[in-house]
C-alpha cells in the first residue's frame, strides 16, 4: 500500500471516499492547521479538482460536457441547501414552489430562491449566480 504523504493526497482521498457533494473547511481541520488546509484547498481549486461555492464552501467538481468548463456535480439549489444542511440551517420549500405545487401559480420556480428558518447572510454560489433567501418564520 501506497502510503500518502502531502496534505494535498489526503484532502483528495477524503473527498474522493465521502458521498457528499460539498465540503467545508473544517472537514480537513485534522489534517493541518487552518491556513494550512485554506491553502491546500485554493491549489485543489486551481487544478480544477473542486470549486468554490462559498466562503469555507467547496463541491466536487467536473467538467461540463457541452462547454468544456468546470462545474459542480450537482446543480446550484441542491448544493446551497446541501451546504446549509451542513452549516444546521434548516430549508424548506419556498412561497413560490408552495404556489405551484398547489396549483396556485403556472410559473415554475427556478429554485435559486431558498426558504430558510433563521437568519442566513452567506452568499452561496458560482460563476457569479448566487442563490437567495427567503425567511420562514420556524
Known sequence: MKKIRFLKDKIMLRIDLKKDT????????????YDQV??????????????KIGYGLYAKAEV???????????NLPALAKEALQRL?????????????NMGKSTQVPTGRLIAV??????????????????????
Open 22 to 33: 460539498v465540503f467545508l473547511r473544517n472537514d480537513f481541520k485534522d489534517l493541518g492547521g
Open 38 to 51: 485554506g491553502r491546500e484547498m485554493r491549489k485543489l481549486v486551481r487544478e480544477g479538482n473542486i470549486i
Open 64 to 74: 461540463s460536457p457541452f462547454n468544456g468548463e468546470l462545474i459542480p456535480q450537482k
Open 88 to 100: 444546521g440551517v434548516e430549508t424548506t420549500a419556498s412561497t413560490y414552489e408552495k404556489n405551484y
Open 117 to 138: 428558518k433563521g437568519r442566513v447572510v452567506r452568499k452561496i454560489g458560482y460563476g457569479g449566480t448566487y442563490v437567495s433567501y427567503e425567511r420562514v418564520a420556524g
